[in-house]
């Protein structure tokens, strides 16, 4: 269950921001998270419900922007949407290729009051 | 609760440095009186009350654990100090190839180890009696190391200059994956008790490790194990892993890991 010591780090990071812009409250979140960042959604949803209460993110609304797994194929330069680390190439079927996205796990910004 | 660390929210992280003179266990209460660097790369302007505003972000949710990663490897690479993060499900041998390996290459290299367990000291005192200096963290329900408590750890562990620390984390092959400890390398350890899929199944460790040790080869001859499959599996998920297969019960293939080990080891330049 590390989506709840990740949650507490997003709670961090927002309140710390917040509080710097003597803000009450957070009303809205939004984030970045990669479909390869290790995120289970399932997991972060639980977590999230958990660890908000009482924090300056009790009520505030989550946006969530998916972004897509990409990888780069070493061996003939197709970039394309990938899965898991090990789906291979479409086009030449190498399985040397390097993820270029899917990583993120960021928070990009606030609203807050 | 440690703010930097979510996961020990309610049972709280120990540290436990073994002493020969006197066995003792210590619980820090965690006192928090350096400061964590954190920037804020932002302008504070002055929103009227009740005023709704957008603040722009941009922040990496690890940020904290990677900026506290970073001042460990600060402190790695300026005492010449090997760091390796070994990881594995339960059981696979993390413990039993440093028992191997401290008593091998006693005399050789300089060692100092943290052992990561949710509960007990007892891989810390495996450790201590083959004369290593080690502290045992326990992260209570904590599921994984930190750069945090890595940090604190070395506090009172103090690894000598040009030694190789070896940090065994806590046996999960899932989140120890996203979380940095400032090593230098991560080796991940299979046995071949467990599935020859395991590489596909937990991927983001064998994708974020360097070597992949395959241990318990001595008992293949009795499991549906499939190495050679294993070993595909593998590379399919990160194709610069490097793969060594030993067994830490008949020493075979020891002698390759100790190679890689030492040619990861650098020599402290001639003055
Ligand atoms: N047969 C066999 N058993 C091993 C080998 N290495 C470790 N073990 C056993 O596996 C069990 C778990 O080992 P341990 O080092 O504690 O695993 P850890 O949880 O990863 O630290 C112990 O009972 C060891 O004796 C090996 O190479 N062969
Ligand atoms: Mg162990
Ligand atoms: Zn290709
Ligand atoms: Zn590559
Ligand atoms: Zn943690
Ligand atoms: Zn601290
Ligand atoms: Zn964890």
């Known amino acids: ?113 | 609760m440690c703010a930097t660390c979510g996961c020990s929210s309610d049972g709280k992280t120990t540290y436990y440095l073994v002493d020969k003179d006197q066995p003792h266990s210590h619980d820090h209460s965690h006192p928090h009186d350096h400061v964590h660097p954190h920037d804020h790369g932002h302008t504070h302007d002055h929103p009227h009350a009740s005023e709704k505003k957008i603040i722009d972000v941009e922040q990496d949710v690890l940020h904290q654990n990677n900026l506290l990663a970073e001042r460990n490897r600060g402190y790695f690479d300026a005492k010449n100090i090997l760091a390796l993060n070994l990881v594995s499900s339960p059981g696979s041998g993390k413990t039993s190839l440093l028992e191997r390996t401290l008593k091998d290459l006693k005399g050789e290299l300089e060692f100092a180890v943290i052992e990561g367990d949710q509960q007990t000291n007892n891989d810390a005192d495996r450790i201590f009696a083959t004369g290593t200096k080690v502290t045992q963290i326990n992260t209570g329900k904590g599921c994984h190391l930190d750069a945090h408590m890595i940090l604190h750890a070395m506090q009172g562990l103090k690894p000598k200059d040009n030694s190789v620390l070896f940090i065994e984390n806590v046996g999960n092959l899932v989140c120890p994956a996203m979380f940095d400890l400032g090593e230098k390398e991560r080796v991940v350890i299979i046995s071949v008790t467990e599935g020859d899929d395991k590489p596909l199944k937990y991927p983001d460790m064998f994708h974020s490790s360097t070597l992949c040790i395959i241990n318990k080869t001595d008992l293949l001859p009795y499991v549906p194990f499939d190495i050679e499959k294993a070993k595909a599996n593998a590379k399919k998920v990160n194709h610069h892993l490097d793969i060594i297969e030993v067994s830490c019960t008949t020493g075979d293939g020891l002698p390759l890991w100790y190679n890689w080990l030492k040619s990861k080891v650098m020599q402290p330049e001639a003055v």
């Not at chain 1, 009450?24 to 660890?51: P, R």
Request: proline share 1%; charged share 25%.
């Open chain 1, 1 to 113: 269950m590390h989506e709840l010591s990740i949650v507490m780090g997003i709670i961090k990071i927002a309140e710390d921001h917040a509080r710097a812009a003597d803000a009450a409250a957070i009303d809205e979140i939004e984030l970045d998270i990669g479909t390869m960042s290790g995120i289970d959604m399932d997991s972060m949803e639980f977590a999230w419900t958990q660890a908000i209460k009482g924090t300056m993110l009790n009520d505030c609304v989550r946006k969530i922007n998916s972004i897509t797994a990409k990888a780069k194929c070493l061996d003939c330069d197709t970039e394309f949407e990938i899965k898991n680390y090990y789906d291979a190439c479409p086009v030449c079927g190498e399985h040397l290729i390097d993820i270029v996205q899917g990583k993120e796990l960021m928070v990009r910004s606030l609203l807050v009051s």
